[in-house]
């Protein structure tokens, strides 16, 4: 597992993070938060042509990549809270945080706790936008148990990140095969880390504070996740569950791509890209 990239680390909240830092280091910045059991490399395509403008940096969360994996309650709180403290302690300006999935309902956390470090914020086929009852909360939390994550297999993991596509890039093979190898390289603390993230998502919505983020919102779904909204719950289309969920942030715009699954940025990179300079630069 070797990112095509610099590895810098640094140390935030007594955890060791691992993130690159590519593109024009005078320009505006984009920090970029990937989602549930995924990695920084997810944001490669965005990265390769965004750094020709802006100053592009990306992170792996603690419990993922090759950021620490100690035993630590990786809940959504302490990921929003470090997001914060690494924008502060890179002394970062003119940020936009880009935040996909999980990574999105983190942004937005982090958005309502440190609105002043904040340019903008781009929600990525976000987590969030979703309202769960009791019930179906804790059959989501007991599904995504580290008992029952345990008996995954390396196909079943593989596969879970195939179905995150509608139409499965050629050159998507790298990431599935990191994405294995970084959940069997300690896949005892994978499992701990993907339960304490689905429960603390869960437990911590944002869906009633959406109407409090005062920070321009860029909001992009691709209209055929298969992700979101949860299929078991809902018969709500992806496009009905952005609309609502966008509509309730006071200034934010969406875009919805057509023909395309839950990894939008990857999947349809030439129109993510495209969206995220035009709305950094307000055109």
């Known amino acids: 597992m070797i990112y095509p990239y610099l590895v810098h680390k640094t140390k935030v909240l007594d955890n060791e993070v691992a993130y690159i830092d590519e593109g024009n280091q005078e320009a505006e910045t984009l920090v970029f938060v990937h989602g549930l059991g995924s990695y920084l490399m997810v944001w ?7 750094s020709l403008k ?6 792996d969360l603690p419990g993922y990549g090759f950021s620490d994996k100690r ?6 709180d302490f990921y929003s809270n470090l997001v914060g403290q690494f924008i502060n302690q890179l002394n970062l300006k003119k940020v936009t945080l880009i935040g996909h999935s999980m990574g999105g309902q983190i942004s937005m956390i982090t958005a309502l706790k440190f609105p002043n470090l904040l340019q903008n914020l ?4 976000t987590a969030g936008f979703e309202k769960f009852n009791s019930f179906q909360k804790s059959w989501l939390i007991n599904a995504s148990s580290a008992e029952n994550l345990k008996l995954l297999t390396r196909k079943r993991i593989a596969l879970n990140m195939t179905n995150n596509f509608k139409n499965v890039p050629d050159d998507v093979l790298y990431l599935v095969k990191d994405t294995v190898e970084f959940t069997f390289d300690n896949f005892e603390r994978y499992c701990y880390t993907i339960s304490s993230n689905v429960r603390s998502m869960i437990e911590m919505p944002v869906y009633s504070q959406l109407s409090k983020i005062q920070t ?7 209209e055929d996740d298969a992700l979101i909204p949860n299929r078991l719950f809902s018969f709500s289309s992806t496009k009905s569950i952005a609309q609502k969920g966008t509509r309730k942030i006071p200034n934010a715009e969406l875009l919805l791509i057509p023909d395309c699954g839950h990894f939008v940025q990857y999947e349809r990179a030439d129109l993510v890209n495209f969206a995220i300079d035009r709305f950094v630069t307000n055109e």
Not at 54 to 59: E, F, Q
């Open 216 to 222: 321009p919102t860029l909001v992009i779904f691709g």
């Open 44 to 50: 490669r395509k965005n990265i390769a042509l965004l």
């Open 54 to 59: 802006y100053r592009c940096i990306a992170l």
């Open 122 to 125: 781009c929600l990525v086929a």
């Open 71 to 76: 035993h630590y309650e990786f809940d959504l």
